[in-house]
């Protein structure tokens, strides 16, 4: 008898232990862009993610150089999977103009690294998220860190992915401050408005880390010649390519570091824990002169009848632990 209960025990105890050092498998849809370029080398340097593809986006840069600077990210990252490039405009409205006075002209802060001998995959971003959600059913984690395009279209190849996606992590929109691209709206929401209603719509487990929470997580000079000094040849690149971001934030009245807005929505997904959420029912404006505005509901209108009552819920982060995620960000990418 307890022979048998030992080996019970033990079993227990390799069975924990597995559940507690699996990697969340996650596909990141990205438009780099400097801080995508943060948060895609913060996944590939967190133990607790396995990294299984990137798609490209436009936004921060055109979709043919997003693929381009992918594929960099992956050689700085000494690392290998699929890369497939995404849509090149939204999918009803007008394309926004590229902000090369942001990130630069390569979108790497104009440092102008020469093209990977990487190449994409033969498949759409779209195809690539529908084949790898459905061959791994309730595994992937979709974390969308431009447009929503891709993620949209998928959502319309494959109308079982809902139900087969873990988890989708977006950044993205304004609720109490002022939008980076119209007074209420952010980039990433009004450069395809229509897109992100349908994914913040969709009854699926999505998570939305708006401008709220990333402005109250600052990327310093001190923070970045601490990094460079402990994260070799990453911390080097990083540094590198923010200071013409950080020159852009400072030419705005932002001078005590830059917004980390990308690198927050990916610490998001490695640890949770450093974040509070309220689930609220949310959809995005989608014509006139407030297009790209997220509503997101509270329980007293969604739970009431009338229009809101009954919809999906997104989990929208409300506050952060700022510290915390930079300090997650530093030792994740120094120990690599």
């Known amino acids: 008898m307890k022979t048998t209960v030992l080996r019970l025990t033990l079993i227990s105890l390799i069975a924990l232990s597995a559940t507690a ?16 370029a943060l948060a895609v080398l913060f996944a590939f340097s967190s133990p ?3 990294v299984v593809g990137l798609t490209t986006i436009f936004g921060n840069v055109d979709t043919p150089l997003a693929t381009q600077n992918a594929l960099r990210l992956l050689d700085i990252a000494g690392a290998d999977v699929p890369v497939a490039e995404g849509a090149v405009k939204p999918v009803y409205s007008k394309k926004l103009p590229t902000p090369d006075f942001v990130h630069g002209k390569d979108g790497f802060g104009e440092i102008y690294l020469p093209p990977s001998t990487k190449e994409a995959i ?18 992937i984690t979709l974390v969308v860190l431009g447009p929503m395009t891709n993620i949209a279209l998928a959502l319309a190849l494959e109308p079982e992915l809902h139900k087969n996606v873990d988890q989708v992590v977006a950044m993205g929109g304004v609720l109490h401050v002022m939008g980076n691209v119209s007074p209420v709206a952010s980039a990433n929401i009004l450069g395809d408005a229509h897109a992100a209603d ?12 708006p401008g709220d929470t990333t402005r109250q997580v600052r990327v310093t000079d001190e923070w970045l010649d601490r990094l460079r000094g402990r994260a ?14 950080r020159d852009f934030y400072a030419s705005t009245g932002v001078t005590d570091g830059f917004y980390n807005h990308d690198p927050t929505a990916m610490a998001f ?18 014509d006139g002169i407030t297009i790209g505005d997220v509503v997101a509901a509270t329980a007293r209108h969604y ?11 997104a989990r ?6 700022s510290a915390g995620v930079m300090r997650l960000l530093e030792e994740t990418l120094a120990q690599d």
């Open 21 to 36: 050092n699996a990697q969340k498998k996650v596909l990141i849809d990205t438009d780099p862009g400097v801080d995508d």
């Open 48 to 50: 607790d993610l396995e």
């Open 122 to 139: 033969d498949e759409t971003a779209a195809e690539f998220i529908v084949r790898t959600v459905m061959d791994n059913p309730g595994e």
């Open 198 to 209: 349908i994914v913040l719509g969709t009854d699926w487990d999505v998570v939305l880390v």
């Open 232 to 245: 070799g040849r990453q911390g080097q690149f990083i540094h590198d390519i923010s200071r013409f971001y």
């Open 269 to 286: 997904v490695i640890d949770p824990s450093l974040f509070e959420t309220e689930d609220r029912a949310t959809r995005v404006v989608t």
């Open 303 to 313: 739970s009431e009848p009338g229009p809101w009552h009954d919809m999906p819920l």
């Open 316 to 321: 929208i982060t409300t506050a952060v632990d």
